[in-house]
Nanobody, 115 residues
Framework: QVQLVESGGGLVQAGGSLRLSCRTPERTDGFNVVGWYRQAPGKQRELVAT???????NYADSVKGRFTISRDNTKNTVYLQMNSLKPEETAVYYC?????????WGQGTQVTVSS
């Protein structure tokens, strides 16, 4: 069982920044895709950002230009830098990794953006 461990969530004011981290048990480029989803109360889980094995990235339109996904293979860690946060982005943020048609999830980290 692959375990992903997120950290870095918390409370921030609107317009502020947070960096989420996701520790994987092996090199992040060993997965086909790594990324982040979020789920706000009463809403469906939505894709935020992904990074392919080659390093290619993809973002939800709502976060383009403000969020950046990156990885550090020496630390087996995926990051999500979030800038200019908005109150509506309050959610639990989940890290995921996909390999061989299997998706692994972290436990989630709460991000709360106050207005």
């Amino acid at each position: 069982q692959v375990q992903l461990v997120e950290s870095g969530g918390g409370l921030v004011q609107a317009g502020g920044s947070l960096r989420l981290s996701c520790r994987t048990p092996e090199r992040t480029d060993g997965f086909n895709v790594v990324g982040w989803y979020r789920q706000a109360p009463g809403k469906q889980r939505e894709l935020v950002a992904t990074m392919g094995q080659s390093g290619s990235t993809n973002y939800a339109d709502s976060v383009k230009g403000r969020f950046t996904i990156s990885r550090d293979n020496t630390k087996n860690t995926v990051y999500l830098q979030m800038n200019s946060l908005k109150p509506e982005e309050t959610a639990v943020y989940y890290c995921y990794a996909e390999r061989s048609f299997t998706t692994f999830w972290g436990q989630g980290t709460q991000v709360t953006v106050s207005s």
